[in-house]
C-alpha cells in the first residue's frame, strides 16, 4: 500500500506550517458586498470549504478603489482585510 502524505503536517522554506498538504485553490464565488466588503454568504462559503484543508487560497481581490473587474469582487485596500 502506498504511504500518502497528504494527510501529515507541512512546513514550508519561510518556517509556515500547515497541518496538512489539502490545499483549496482560489474559487471566485462572487459573493462579496457592493462596496467590496465580505458577506455572511462569503463567510459561510468559506466555513464549509475549509474544515479539513490545511491551506485555503482566497479567491480574487482588487487591492485598489477602481480596480473592480465585476460585480461581488473582494476588495483589499489595507493591511486591516488581511488578518490571519
Known amino acids: 500500500m502506498a504511504k500518502y502524505k497528504f494527510l501529515q503536517p507541512y512546513t514550508f522554506k519561510n518556517g509556515v ?17 457592493q462596496d467590496g466588503t465580505v458577506s455572511m454568504d462569503e463567510l459561510r462559503y468559506f466555513d464549509l470549504h475549509t474544515g479539513g484543508a490545511g491551506m485555503f487560497i482566497v479567491p480574487v481581490a482588487n487591492v485598489s478603489e477602481n480596480g473592480k473587474g465585476f460585480e ?12 490571519a
Open 17 to 33: 506550517q500547515i497541518k496538512n498538504r489539502i490545499v483549496i485553490p482560489p474559487m471566485t464565488e462572487a459573493s462579496a458586498l
Open 72 to 83: 461581488g469582487e473582494l476588495l483589499l485596500l489595507t493591511i486591516n482585510f488581511c488578518q
